[in-house]
């Protein structure tokens, strides 16, 4: 058994469910936040917990260049080396090859790439992707696919599209063959469902039930698949029943925010969500601002990723109820106000964006580490009120 999904309320196209993997149960709709290098940069894991992060991302690509999947494997997988007991999907590492390196050369078989560290050159197939992805451990693993780029002509789009298609098949032939070889091994006794996770955290106890107990299941990694098809609404409608045919537990829309507008961005993840089951969660990689994730959400998207919250945290770039801020900005200097005077983040209940502004003028450290966890607050939080407003059957809206 891998994961189970249920979706417990629908308003519009919106949906609220519950994800359970082997490390935990996720809420959704979910943001995750991403920690590259098993890190979410700045952010020690016991605060990642405070804010409530359910489920991180991790970056194949760069695992695999640094610290190197044999190592982490060794270590008991991403989990454990990181100390993250909760539940963590890894991408293919065809993103980061399709964006971090311009001297690709794709085949049939897979990508050779240069790493950006060394300029050392490697190899991905479909095969090597799942086995890193295999080695890492992760609770949610994604198929090796080619991320079209934009602009691409019919053609070209089409011919990518089919060549992710034979991927997905190779990669789930693979992974169906070694997923016993994760590093960790987790058993329940009993019912592993959704339901039954729900009595446990009600009644704090797993066995008050009485029900007979059934065998034993080992519980392990399962693959997500990946729609991609570029900008063609017909395209991308072949791509999504294709890739359902072939079979996973849960979908994913690849291939946008890669420059295009953010209508057709849309469009693209309208037209492809209504040729994916409604029963299995569906995940939109890499988007969006706080505006866009709620908009997602309320098309029915499950499962959003995005580097925005911490990257742009980085820059001195703030998301808050009032709008964005540029805390580098002079303006602050002398404001004794609280960041956002709407969010009970631990920093903007005991800083002031003057000292904020001072921190990040001063290049401290600790400008980073206090803007990325009030960025995540805004994004968990606001993923939190539209996941509420879907269960209480109210259109979500941006704030
Ligand atoms: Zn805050």
């Not at 992974?175 to 091994?185: I, L, R, S, T």
């Amino acid at each position: 058994m891998s994961i189970q999904f249920k979706v417990e309320n629908q308003t519009g196209m919106a949906r609220a469910g519950r994800l359970l993997t082997p490390h935990g149960e996720v809420e959704t709709p979910v943001f995750m936040p991403v920690g590259t290098v098993a890190t979410v940069k700045g952010m020690p894991q016991d605060i990642l917990e405070e804010l409530g992060v359910q489920i991180l991302l991790g970056n194949t690509y760069h695992l695999y260049l640094r610290p190197g999947v044999e190592t982490v494997r060794k270590l008991g997988g991403l989990h454990r080396f990181m100390a993250w007991p909760r539940a963590i999907l890894t991408d293919s590492g065809g993103f980061q090859v399709f964006s971090l390196n311009e001297l690709r050369k794709v085949t049939e078989d897979g990508v050779t790439f240069r790493s950006h560290l060394d300029g050392s050159s490697h190899f991905f197939s479909p095969e090597s992707a799942m086995a890193a992805q295999i080695g890492l451990g992760a609770d949610i693993t994604m198929a090796f696919d080619e991320c079209t780029e934009f602009p691409a002509d019919h053609a070209r789009t089409k011919a990518s599209m089919e060549l992710t298609l034979r991927w997905a098949e190779r990669s789930k032939k693979y992974f169906e063959e070694h997923k016993q070889e994760v590093p960790w091994k987790k058993v329940v006794s009993g019912q592993w469902s959704v339901a039954s996770e729900n009595q446990k955290l009600e009644t704090g106890n797993a066995h008050t039930d009485h029900r007979p107990l059934t065998t034993d299941h080992y519980l392990t990694q399962s693959l997500f698949g990946i729609v991609q098809g570029g900008m063609d609404l017909a395209l991308r409608k072949e791509s999504a029943e294709r890739t359902v045919e072939i079979g996973f537990p849960g979908y994913a829309i690849g291939g946008l925010s890669v420059g295009e507008p953010r209508e057709r961005t849309r469009e693209v993840v309208e037209a492809t969500l209504e040729h994916l089951p409604k029963d299995k969660p569906r995940y939109l990689m890499g988007v969006g601002t706080p505006e866009e994730i709620v908009e997602y959400a309320s098309l029915g998207v499950d499962m959003m990723d995005c580097v925005l919250p911490t990257r742009a945290a980085r820059h001195g770039l703030l998301f808050t109820s009032e709008g964005k801020v540029s805390i580098k900005q002079a303006r602050y200097a002398q404001d004794p106000g609280p960041l956002d005077p709407n969010c009970d983040c631990r920093v903007c209940r005991r800083y002031s964006r003057a000292y904020l502004r001072h921190l990040y003028a001063s290049n401290e450290v600790l400008a980073q580490v206090l803007n990325t966890l009030h960025n995540l607050s805004f994004y968990l939080d606001t993923m939190r009120r539209v996941r509420h407003s879907i269960q209480l059957g109210e259109e979500s809206r941006f704030l």
